[in-house]
């Protein structure tokens, strides 16, 4: 009962400045992309649209959905990090986030080394619960509701059921607790993983073209992978990188023609084949 009150408590106290955080990455990082691929740069952008654009009535229902269940992830991650904060503080009898102030602690070169290295483990965290959540037995409980937003905008980035947003959230303190990171680094951080999770989602490719075919720059995931797994339900389970499921052998056959089509401008007939609907959603795994 004490740890119930208390873990309350801290959460109450995390409460307005979790929402300035938390509301300020959304708004910049989500905010910015629609800004400039559905708005400003929409003309620009026309032939590099990956699928046909769903009917308006059905795109504001779809919005109007996925803002919601992005406010409700948003106070699920503010909640489960006091809540998490709390009980490990409690439990190991102090501070157990291995989150610093003080640049001089580690260095500058250290504090980018973090981002790098957050970066890459949220990768392969994400590869991994993903292939979980797309198991027959998880899916409706976990990550239905990411998927039915079936021809995704850059509102679906967080658009999840409050399940998938504990779950991706954990990430964060398995990585505080075994990794030091400076609240800058993970400020910086978290803004590159809002606004890149807003691109996968954005409907328009914006990777020039050769670029998934290409050794090097191929390794990182294009609009395409991601919009292609939306579409099929199944492959292209990573999120910044192709490499965990090319190693698993996951990456979806039709990726590199797909994204070549788009980027050759040669994709706007097949758009009429691939036009997504709303609510459509299987798990596959
Ligand atoms: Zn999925
Ligand atoms: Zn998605």
């Known amino acids: 009962m004490e740890f119930t009150i208390n873990a309350l408590n801290s959460f109450i106290t995390n409460l307005p400045m979790g929402i300035e955080v938390e509301g300020m990455r959304y708004v910049i990082g989500v905010g910015s992309i629609y800004l400039l691929t559905w708005i400003i740069f929409a003309g620009v952008l026309k032939n590099r649209r990956i699928r046909k654009a769903l009917p308006s009535q059905l795109r504001i229902k779809q919005t109007i959905r996925e803002m919601r269940n992005s406010v409700l992830s948003i106070i699920v991650f503010i909640f489960a ?146 919009d292609l797994h939306h579409e099929k339900s199944h492959g292209n389970y990573a999120f910044y990188f192709t490499f965990w499921d090319r190693v698993m052998g996951t990456e979806h056959p039709e990726y590199l023609e797909r994204f070549d089509r788009v980027t050759q401008g040669t994709n706007r007939q097949s758009n009429a084949l691939a036009q997504g609907t709303d609510e459509s959603t299987q798990p596959t795994t």
Not at 184 to 190: D, S, T
């Open 81 to 226: 990090y006091s809540i998490t904060n709390y009980a490990l503080e409690d439990y190991f009898g102090g501070p157990v986030f291995k989150i610093y102030s003080d640049v001089a602690e580690y260095g500058w070169a250290y504090l980018v080394f973090s981002v790098v290295l957050w970066t890459i483990g949220l990768d392969t965290y994400f590869y991994w619960t993903h292939r979980f959540m797309h198991h027959k037995k998880f899916y409706n409980f976990f990550h239905r509701t990411h998927h039915r937003s079936h021809n995704p905008s850059p509102f679906t980035a967080y658009s999840f059921a409050p399940p998938e947003a504990v779950l991706v959230y954990l990430f964060v303190p398995i990585f505080f607790t075994l990794v030091p990171m400076h609240t800058m680094a993970f400020g910086a951080a978290m803004l590159i993983q809002t606004t890149r999770n807003a691109m996968a989602h954005c409907g328009y490719e914006l990777f020039p073209k050769g670029w998934a075919r290409h050794p090097i720059l191929g390794i990182f995931a294009t609009v395409t992978h991601h």
